[in-house]
């Protein structure tokens, strides 16, 4: 059988997605869509700030603020000029009113050019191949999240649901 | 390799990882056991993902070109 670990099971891929920034959406949704199109079973155990990624209206931004790594590149003008790496000090960064909803518009842009799906498009994309999605239901009290809030394929659980899922996991992430 | 006979084309062109194994993925579950299927795409990524998708797979990877320009072709038979 396809994608075997071994006991003649299908693999297990089991994450966890914790930060809904739009930069940290991507790792969990890649690796579940990816892996899914292996044939392998996949769930993702969204908590935290994780959640917000399982609403019907996806809105993930990300900020420059903590986040001293992250290029500022402009994805428009001259292939040298959008080579530039801008020095703008972290500290600015997090400071200008706006400068979060533009650094979001830019690394969007960015991914659009270079021919990224969407994170829209890659939940989607494991919706279609049956990846469990599951909400933290202490986490959903917590914050305020109702399950009506999430897309209709989304599930709700607890620790213990993760931990069963995962027992057998071939690969187990916290993302 | 010229008495392959293609039956789904599946044009991956601009798409980056994962797409192109995930387009993969849905063109096989469509078709027949035994047909075969062409994948183009322009990620060089896609080499060593389409490798390791076969693997995972088994379906066989009976073509993986670099057709260079950054474009890529391969030939996957559906097997189960």
Redesign the interface.
Known sequence: MAGENGNGKPHKLALIASRGTLDWAYPPFILASAAAAMDWDVAIFFTFYGLPLLKKDLKATVTPLGNPAMPMKMPFGSESFQKINWPIPNLLMGNIPGFESMATGLMKKMFKNKGVATVAELREACVDMDVQLIGCQMTMDVFGFEKEDFIEEAEVGGAASFLSYAADASISLFI | MSDITIDVKLDCT??????P??K???AIKGMEVGQVLEMIST?PGSMP?MH??AK????ELLEARDEGENVFRFIIKKT?
């Open positions: 601009g798409m980056l990882c994962p797409m194994v995930v993969t993925r849905k990620d993902d390791a998708w995972q797979t088994q379906h189960h």
